[in-house]
T-cell receptor, first 111, second 115 residues
């Protein structure tokens, strides 16, 4: 079964620190991987999409990496700010017409 | 932001009643999706559409039906709502160039409570 796992479920970090969120998946034959942000009571906002042929993608203070052979992706957030507090979701497209989501990591940035 | 509108945003109804949720997009994207989000389960796909009148089931499709009579609208219907269908429902859209290698964009969700 194709699964996506995000550990830990929750993370608290002091403001200004760099941090890494983790995502692992069970099948290395992926087409792409997408990172989302979800604020309480809101929908999902797409942050970064990494194609299977890519190793990383960057957008501002965010950098996502992909290692298909080990079944892992990381989302690196530089110089964290209180506004980064949200739930971060990883989703993998395995080529079966749907995204498979992890359950997310709830990030709290402490001022 | 992608032009996706979900209606209603909140609904409370009783067990056994029919419920229809609407997703409207202004992006002319070919693919549309319905997900539900529940604590401990993450987002799970209910149904999706790859064109007008072209739909297929997701992993949790039992008790749900969908219709897409025009590109911009995708309807999700609970024929006879049950308490287990209390959830937050999200619509998403995408426009694949080759396969589905394009990001999905999400609406703000519909919070549905079935008493």
């Amino acid at each position: 079964k194709q699964e996506v796992t995000q550990i830990p479920a929750a993370l608290s970090v002091p403001e200004g620190e760099n941090l890494v969120l983790n995502c692992s998946f069970t099948d290395s034959a992926i087409y792409n991987l997408q990172w989302f942000r979800q604020d309480p009571g809101k929908g999902l906002t797409s942050l970064l999409l990494i194609q299977s042929s890519q190793r990383e993608q960057t957008s501002g203070r965010l950098n996502a990496s992909l290692d298909k052979s080990s079944g892992r992706s990381t989302l690196y957030i530089a110089a964290s700010q209180p506004g980064d507090s949200a739930t971060y979701l990883c989703a993998v497209y395995f080529g079966n017409e749907k995204l498979t989501f992890g359950t997310g990591t709830r990030l709290t940035i402490i001022p | 932001d992608a032009g996706i509108t979900q209606s209603p945003r909140h609904k409370v109804t009783e067990t056994g009643t029919p419920v229809t949720l609407r997703c409207h997009q202004t992006e002319n994207h070919r693919y549309m999706y319905w997900y539900r989000q529940d604590p401990g389960h993450g987002l799970r796909l209910i149904h999706y559409s790859y064109g007008v009148k072209d739909t297929d089931k997701g992993e949790v499709s039992d008790g749900y039906s969908v219709s897409r009579s025009k590109t911009e609208d995708f309807l999700l219907t609970l024929e006879s709502a049950t308490s287990s269908q209390t959830s937050v429902y999200f619509c998403a859209i995408s426009e694949p160039d080759r396969g589905s290698n394009q990001p999905q964009h999400f609406g703000d969700g519909t919070r549905l409570s079935i008493l």
